[in-house]
């Protein structure tokens, strides 16, 4: 009798601990509306903690994109102008932040009339040289970049590399247009590239892969590939992270949209294989590759036709224990709003479940945002780019 009273004792307060420990994590992840009101005067309300605000801090662009700092610490920001392959594109610089409202006083035109700017990112050489990298579809050039300066001043950029500009579906202007530049801590450059098609067998080395190479262009091979579109592209300390996006053409719920932490020279498989609820499995018309024994796992992965882009890391420094130690990803949202995936901003931690930071988005058919890129200014606050409505928001935490 002894053991039996103490194993319902036991049980009870497993139970009861269970219980106050859900509850706990359930009062920290519980989300809660919040109204946003647009200078245009359109009106919505998006989901996130409620100790957090968010704020729109810059209005008025296009098709905004991926964010970078530079050396003089102002943030620019990259804009693709529309859905389009075309030469409207533009980089622009944010400033005059005011911390009291949370808004940019200015967006400042910096590069205008370009291919499809998608990524750029800063460089100091070993001479003290600032440069600023630039990715369009067709190459990536580097210019000479002085602190302070509101346009650029070097107009003879250096073309460090070029890079396929066509694809397969001429109507919708090619397949995978963007490229996205990250720089390691040792100073050398990696570029990505998309493929041109959904699923196929491509002609160029440089499709579905990571480039790598020196600073000033030379070196250039190879680091990984079989990705079929890594958009989001990060060195954090040691490791290179990307996001990857999954082909079209298994059904709704598969393959998964995935996030490495890329290993140097592997192959991760597409066409040939693809990955779906965490395991590898073989694509049968594609015959790239003989086996996927060697196609590595990701690091996480998200829901099929997701479209995970841009992402950041909320390290030890971070006070809220709901986001420290995790990624931050921008799932941009299905093409296709019926099936409804994605058009979120999750948190991140390998081997444990997604969970919503912000959502929101799609409200039934309607899209009232598509998010991207992610960068943290400090630790209780970031800001994200919304290439839907063209809008650069501010997201921390309440003092």
Known sequence: MPLKKNYFRNLFLFCLFSVIFSAGVFSQTKLAPQTI??????????????????????????????????????????????????????????????????????????LTNLKNPNSVQFYTDANGQDWIYLAETDKLTRRKFTQGETKAGDLKPQTLAVFPDYGLSYKYGGWHLTRTIAFAPNGKLYVSVGSSCNACEEKEKVRAAILEMNADGSGQRIFAKGLRNAV????????LFATNQGADHLGLNKPDETFYALRNGADYGWASCYQSNGRILRDAPYKRLRSCANVPRSYAFFPAHSSALGFDYFGAEVADPFIKDSFLVALHGSTN???????????????????????????????????????????????????HSGIVYLVRRKS
């Open 37 to 110: 009101t647009l200078k245009n005067g359109k009106s919505f309300s998006l989901n996130l903690p409620a100790d957090y605000e968010i704020i729109p801090a810059a209005e008025g662009l296009k098709r905004v994109r991926f964010f970078a700092k530079a050396p003089d610490g102002r943030i620019f920001v990259t804009d693709l102008h529309d859905l389009t392959d075309n030469k409207k594109g533009a980089v622009y610089i944010l400033e005059d932040f005011d911390a009291q409202t949370g808004k940019f006083g200015k967006v400042v035109p910096y």
């Open 232 to 239: 989001g592209l990060k060195w954090l300390e040691n490791n």
């Open 337 to 387: 709003k019926n099936l409804a995936k994605g058009y979120r901003i999750v948190i991140v931690r390998q081997g444990e479940r997604l969970k919503d930071f912000i959502s929101g988005f799609l409200q039934g058919k309607r899209v009232v945002g598509r998010p991207c890129d992610i960068m943290k200014l400090d630790e209780s606050s970031f800001l994200f780019t919304d290439d």
